[in-house]
Structure formats: C-alpha cells, structure tokens
C-alpha cells in the first residue's frame, strides 16, 4: 500500500502538476526514490521487482554501473553544443553500424521517440516521387503524441480531428481479428488488405509501422503477414519505415524486431533501449534516402537537444555492454523462460483471455469471459494494484498487463516476479467474486 510519506508527496504535488499522467502511474500512486537493478525501492522504504524496466527503457536494469559512470563523466566536461561533432559520436555510429543490418548505415540523432518519428516522416517526404503524398500506417498503432506522429493512426484529441495524410491498413491482431477471420484459414487476409489498399497505390510514399505493436497490447504478427506486406511495398516503391522505438535495441531477441520478422526497412527510429532512460533517439536509414540531397538540407536533422553529447555518452555505454555480456542472446532464454511461465497462468486462470510474447516482450490480455472475449480493464487495474502491493511493478493501459524485464534480470528473480504476478490474479479473482 501507498504510505504516508508517499501520499503527503503526492498530495504536494497534486496541488500544482496538470493531471493526465500514465494509467499506471495514477493508479499506482506511488513515489520511486530508488532503482538498482531490477528493483526500484519506493519513499517508505518499499521494494518492487521492475517487470516494466521504467517504461520499457532500462534493458540493463536501472542505474547500470557503467551507464552511471559514462553519464557521470560526461556531465563533468560537456552538455550541449547544438549539433556539433564530439568525441564519442563517431564511435557511436561506428557501433550502431556493427549492430544493426549492413544497409541501414547513415544515422541521425535525437532526443525522443515522436521527435525521431516526425524525422523520419520529414525525410519520406523530402524523397517521396511527385504525387505519392499519401502515407501508410497500421490501425492500432502508436508512434508518439505530437502532431505528425498522431495524425498517422487518426489519433483525434477533444474535438479536433486531426485525420491527416494516411491510409490504415489492418494490424495483425488475431485474437480480436476484425474480419472474422481465424488463423491460418484466414490466409493472412488482414495482409492482404493492406497490400491493396496501401503497397500497390501509386499515390503512397511509405508505410510506417510497429514490427510488433507495442501499446495496442505487443500484437505479434503470424508467419505470413510481413513477408506479403515487405515484398508488396518493395515491389511497388513504398518505402519501410519500422517504428522500434519500444523493439529497438534487442527486446525482441534480436536487435531489431525488423530482424527477427524478416523485414528489410528503409528507415528505422530507435529509442527507448538505447540509453537506459536517458533521453535519447537514433533515426537509422539507407543512404539512398537519408543522403538525398532534398533529405540532407541544412537543418534537416538538428533540433535543440538532438545529437547531445549526455545521450551519445548513455547510448554508447549501454550498447557496449548490450553487445559485450551477449545480452541479446539472453534475451532470448529468458524470453523462453517468461513464455513457459506465463502460459502456466493462462492456463489456470480464465480471465487471462490470450498470453503473447516475442523475447522479453510480453502482453497479458484481461477478458470477462473467454467465449465472448469481452475486454476486462477493470480486472487488469485489480491485478496491477495488488501486483504493486506484492512488491511487483508492470506496464497496464486499459485491459492489458504487459511484462518486459530487464535484459540482465537473474532468472531467479525473473521467477520471483512471475510468482507475485500469480498471486495478485487471484487476490484478484478471489476479490471479484
């Protein structure tokens, strides 16, 4: 439970920050102090295993010693000189380039993940042929809260409409598949669709897309989707523009997502498991498209805080250990590991509707019933909550539960987490009946 100090604190604060903070953080109401590791310790003194690595950001668990150490450093001798050239960019593209496919070889940097996406929108555009101004985008998709990032899924905010410039094609959401459809019968109808009305229309430039979508509940495509869709786009001159700023950086169990799916993207955006929470975006692309001369025009990549000497020196330091300790490859037993466990809960518990996973990315899906598949949120806020109260943080928006450990968890505490999340489905139960 949320103590006394925590709740004079937040009281304190109330009284001036706007609302509208994350579902997980107003329900959970508590004040972090502390993270080591995969534990954070909260202001009374409580401690909670990181089933969420902070906001799906701390690949190597929180304030890794290393990380620590090149940030420390860094903020001794320099914090900002607009874009300029510093000592450990060169080495950064250098390590991005061993890391990541050989053809995505030119970089940009920058400091978030929708500042990342609006880069790679604006490079589409400055290539695009004359009239292909239409761009394609996956319903249920989400590539950030400003303006461009929302108008590519038709994100409207109050009474604005702000459906802009794009096309949706159908995500490859099985377990609630929007055409009535089961797997594999359906043929990977939803990819079809998305051919059609998106890889063969002259008019589109690209399409952007989550390999595996992240908020919509870490919506994990079937054999079949991306390979259609890849080919289609190649074929037919529409851009690939992998948004990874969640898969990015070895989540997945390989460093891209894109990788694992056989997905050859012209643009990639990075972020969040680059820099272990330090504000931090990397725009990855072929040099065809990003050394256009309409793409590489004075400006086009520099803002106020991209290429900031504090991010280069978190992201070199995390990726060095990211390929040093092997951490990808361990990425993939421990994903094993979650997989086994995770479908021992929904096998024991009905209102679990479906477990889905890839590496150590996975989404609970909270149903009343499992015939009617009827969305749950309000059981999912009830195992959150007493998931927090067992000392074990995870990820909730809306009825989905999603789990994404620390590369460098121990599979001990992996298994410790696994076993408070089983306690807290059925306090949970227990208390709806």
């Not at 304030?63 to 320099?78: D, F, N, S, Y």
């Not at 593209?93 to 790679?120: H, K």
């Not at 992240?214 to 190649?234: D, F």
């Not at 466990?341 to 477990?355: D, I, K, M, Y």
Request: hydrophobic share 45%; aromatic share 6%; net charge negative.
């Amino acid at each position: 439970m949320t103590g006394p100090r925590q709740l004079d604190r937040l009281a304190r604060e109330a009284a001036h920050l706007a609302p509208g903070a994350s579902e997980e953080s107003a329900l959970g109401r508590r004040v972090f102090v502390e993270g080591r590791g995969a534990v954070l310790t909260d202001l009374d003194g409580n401690q909670y295993i990181d089933l969420a690595a902070g906001t799906l950001t701390q690949s190597l668990g929180h304030c890794h010693p290393e990380v620590v150490g090149a940030l420390t450093e860094q903020a001794a001798r320099l914090w900002n000189v607009h874009d300029s050239a510093t000592a450990d960019r060169a080495e950064l593209c250098e390590l991005l380039a061993r890391l990541l496919p050989e053809e995505l070889d030119t970089y940009a940097f920058f400091s978030t993940g929708a500042e990342v996406v609006e880069a790679a929108l604006r490079a589409v555009q400055a290539v695009a042929e004359p009239g292909r101004n239409r761009i394609g985008a996956l319903r249920h998709g989400f590539h950030g809260k400003t303006q461009g990032a929302r108008m590519l899924v038709h994100w409207d905010i109050g009474h604005q409409s702000l459906a802009g410039n794009s096309i949706l094609g159908y995500s490859p959401y099985c377990y609630r598949c929007p055409l009535g459809l089961e797997y594999p019968s359906c043929g990977v109808r939803c990819a079809t669709l998305v051919r059609r009305h998106i890889a063969e229309k002259p008019n589109v430039s690209a399409l952007v897309f989550e390999p595996v979508l992240g908020a919509a509940g870490v919506i994990v495509p079937p054999p079949g989707y991306w390979e259609q869709i890849a080919e289609s786009c190649r074929e037919n001159g529409v851009l690939l523009v992998a948004d990874e700023v969640l898969t990015g950086g070895g989540r997945t169990g390989t460093f891209l997502a894109s990788d694992r799916l056989g997905i050859e993207p012209d643009l990639v955006t990075l972020s969040k498991g680059l820099a272990s929470g330090f504000p931090f975006a990397a725009l990855a692309g072929r040099s065809a498209v990003l050394r256009h001369p309409d793409a590489a025009r004075a400006g086009s990549t520099a803002s106020t805080y991209s290429n900031n000497p504090l991010g280069i020196a978190a992201a070199k330091a995390t990726l060095e250990v990211v390929a040093r300790d092997r951490l990808i490859g361990q990425v993939r037993v421990l994903g094993a590991l979650l997989d086994d466990r995770l479908a021992e809960l929904h096998s024991r518990f009905e209102v679990l509707g479906e477990v889905r996973g890839i590496g150590l990315l996975h989404g609970l899906e909270f149903v009343r019933d499992r015939a009617t598949r009827e969305p749950a949120p309000e059981i999912a806020r009830a195992v959150y909550l007493a998931a927090l109260d067992l000392g074990l943080r995870a990820s909730i928006g809306g009825h989905i539960i999603r789990l994404a450990p620390p590369f460098t968890i121990e599979p001990a505490l992996l298994e410790e987490g696994i076993a408070l999340l089983a306690r807290a489905l059925e306090r949970a139960v227990e208390a709806a009946r």
